[in-house]
């Protein structure tokens, strides 16, 4: 399995990006495609999740609806879009995977993660 996450750069506050995570070695749709990020020195956060066919997707609450997660499963692909950027959301995000049908917020329950892409936003 592998998770390649691409898109990150700089931003302005208030401006969006829209991230990519390509996927391979997923064999079948029972798998979890989830989104989180790691600050410098603080601990690495949920996003969003969502299965393969976009079912099952939640958010961390703390977004308030800033970010949209979104899947094609033909292409193996997982998105996520950022919109109304703060400095605050500068950070590594990380595209992540778990086999099963039900989405989880937390990190440890994810055996497949990406490399990271870094988002910097300027204010």
């Known amino acids: 399995v592998q998770l390649q996450a691409s898109g990150g750069g700089l931003a302005q506050a208030g401006g969006s990006l829209t991230l990519s995570c390509a996927a391979s070695?997923?064999?079948?749709?029972?798998?979890?495609l989830a989104w989180f990020r790691q600050a410098p020195g603080k601990e690495r956060d949920f996003l969003a999740a969502s299965d393969w066919n976009g079912g099952g997707i939640f958010y961390a609450e703390s977004l308030a609806g800033r970010f949209v997660i979104s899947t094609d499963n033909a292409k193996n692909m997982v998105y996520l879009q950022m919109n109304n950027l703060k400095p605050e959301d500068t950070a590594v995000y990380y595209c992540?995977?778990?086999?099963?049908?039900?989405?989880?917020?937390?990190?440890?329950?994810?055996?497949?993660w990406g490399q990271g892409t870094q988002v910097t936003v300027s204010s």
């Open positions: 992540a995977a778990r086999y099963g049908v039900t989405s989880s917020m937390w990190a440890y329950e994810y055996a497949y």
């Open positions: 070695g997923l064999t079948g749709d029972t798998y979890i």
